[in-house]
């Protein structure tokens, strides 16, 4: 045995938790006590200085390249590795430019399309008919991901308290479904924003197949350009788009909310969040959301007041997400070959291991999915219970 071989197996130990099989070189290693419920099996040395660097990235990669493999069920090993994520080792010195990119328009819009634009065959494969890329809303057991995400936005919109002619924006609006709805079962008069070339075209295309040209319109613009827009709405909402503002721009993003919220208006801000400050995990910032920095619930709120928002309701979504993050894998697996034969082998087992690994990360609440209900000033108008 390599004295790097040695070095990654006491690496490993340190999982231990729950029993795995780890395999080198034809020998097996019994990591934990119990009977082991997975094997991890090594193909090619990941060396001890990516390991120490990023054991994130490390694991990551060599997954990636099939130098790492599952034996057992990946999620399952995932669920149970994962839920020891503070045993993992981060140079965030050696990791700066990658965990803290920059936050200028060009270099946000750069990463945002990297995610959202990879095209739309590609998402329509594994996401649901709504096209919807953000956490669904099982109300009955028995839903279906296409129930739980219509479940998800009549949701949204019955707390928007919408009535006919109001105008609402969809800040981060992705293909469109939300506005559609609101067009079609409240009345109201939408725009979308989006940074994605893909996903305006799309939801360009679904307005004019709905026939509602003359209520809905959507823009590939930057949220800070709504200050100077010099438009007003009375409604305002946000799914899925704040985890890509950073956090230097959570103010600067509250305070463009409020520059084109009216009065006594409300907000809905639905958004991945943590429960302290996390500058970010280094494999997902690599390779699946550049830039991308998920807020803690209590520096969001913090912000709120200097705003005069109004906090009205405040709700965790996190199992919901857990199981929309399942039926995305089963959902991608299901047309695993049809994906690897377009994308690659590298790429589909990137994907692969990006949907496992964030529903492991929600069912061990690593991370969470809050909904807040903002007023900007006192509205008394307001039901005085859950009305929803």
């Not at 009977?35 to 990551?60: C, D, M, N, R, Y």
């Not at 559609?180 to 924003?193: L, W």
């Not at 103010?251 to 429960?275: D, M, P, R, T, W």
Request: glycine residues 6%; contains cysteine.
């Amino acid at each position: 045995m390599t004295l790097a071989e040695h070095y990654f197996i006491e690496f490993m130990k340190r999982f231990d938790e729950y029993p795995f099989i780890l395999t080198m070189n034809n020998q097996n290693y019994h990591i934990g006590s119990g009977t082991p419920k997975f094997q991890v099996i090594i193909h090619k040395e990941i060396p001890q200085k990516e390991l120490l660097t990023s054991t994130s990235l490390a694991l990551g990669e060599a997954y990636m390249r099939k130098d790492l493999e599952i034996k057992g069920d990946l999620f399952y090993a995932l669920d149970h590795f994962l839920g020891q994520m503070g045993k993992f080792s981060t140079d965030h010195s050696a990791l700066k430019k990658l965990i803290h990119s920059s936050v200028s328009k060009k270099n946000q819009k750069k990463e945002v399309c990297s995610h959202y634009d990879i095209g739309n065959d590609f998402y329509k494969l594994w996401l649901d008919p709504t096209m919807s890329y953000s956490c669904g809303y099982f109300k009955e057991k028995s839903n279906t991901l296409y129930d739980a995400q219509v479940n998800k936005v009549d949701y949204i919109l019955q707390k928007l308290l919408l009535k006919p002619d109001m105008t609402l924006l969809d800040i981060g609006c992705g293909w469109g479904f939300l506005l559609i709805e609101a067009a079609k079962k409240y009345g109201i008069k939408g725009m979308g924003i989006t940074l994605s070339k893909e996903q305006k075209k799309k939801f360009e295309y679904e307005i004019q197949k709905e026939g509602l040209e003359h209520q809905l319109t959507v823009r590939q613009m930057d949220y800070r350009e709504l200050g100077k827009s010099h438009l007003t709405f009375d409604r305002i909402v946000s799914v899925g788009m704040l985890e890509h503002v950073g956090r230097k721009n959570y103010e600067c993003y509250i305070k463009n909310v409020n520059s084109v919220l009216k009065e006594q208006g409300l907000f809905l801000l639905h958004y991945i969040s943590a429960l302290k400050e996390y500058p970010g995990d280094p494999w997902i910032k690599k390779y699946i959301f550049p830039g991308g920095m998920i807020p803690s619930l209590r520096e969001m709120m913090q912000l709120f007041g200097e705003y005069r928002f109004y906090t009205l309701d405040v709700e965790s979504l996190r199992q919901h997400y857990y199981r929309t993050l399942r039926c995305w894998s089963h959902n991608f697996n299901e047309h695993l070959p049809e994906i690897e034969a377009s994308m690659g082998t590298e790429f589909t087992r990137m994907w692969d291991l990006y949907l496992c690994s964030c529903a492991a990360t929600f069912h061990n609440g690593i991370i969470d999915l809050h909904q807040i209900l903002l007023s900007k000033g006192v509205n008394n108008m307001i039901p005085m219970t859950r009305w929803y």
